[in-house]
């Protein structure tokens, strides 16, 4: 059974940081892409960040200069640093990858969320 775990949500002043956990666990053979997601109340979910197995991000403008993703490919893990928040980035974030399970099996998987309110 393979699937993913997020940890590190909560409640954060505006202009706080938090950094979001995610562990993919179970009989992985690599894993590929690997995003952080958000889902707001009455909204999409969207795509916040990205980074390759070689590291290499990509960010949604509105959280460029704030948010970091990292990965460690050793430990099956991603991250995401958000630091400066603000009260917009108050949302569900979901971990999702893309993970094979075989030499010729990928699939894409999602965590079960943990939620980051930013409020004073």
């Known amino acids: 059974q393979v699937q993913l775990v997020e940890s590190g949500g909560g409640l954060v002043q505006p202009g706080g940081s938090l950094r979001l956990s995610c562990v993919a666990s179970g009989s992985i053979f690599r894993i590929n892409f690997m995003r952080w997601y958000r889902q707001a109340p009455g909204k999409q979910r969207e795509l916040v960040a990205t980074v390759t197995r070689g590291g290499i991000t990509d960010y949604v403008d509105s959280v460029k200069g704030r948010f970091t993703i990292s990965r460690d490919n050793d430990k099956n893990t991603v991250s995401l640093q958000m630091n400066s928040l603000k009260p917009e980035d108050t949302a569900i974030y979901y971990c999702?990858?893309?993970?094979?399970?075989?030499?010729?099996?990928?699939?894409?998987?999602w965590g079960q969320g943990t939620q980051v309110t930013v409020s004073s």
């Open positions: 999702n990858a893309d993970m094979m399970t075989g030499i010729l099996r990928e699939d894409t998987y």
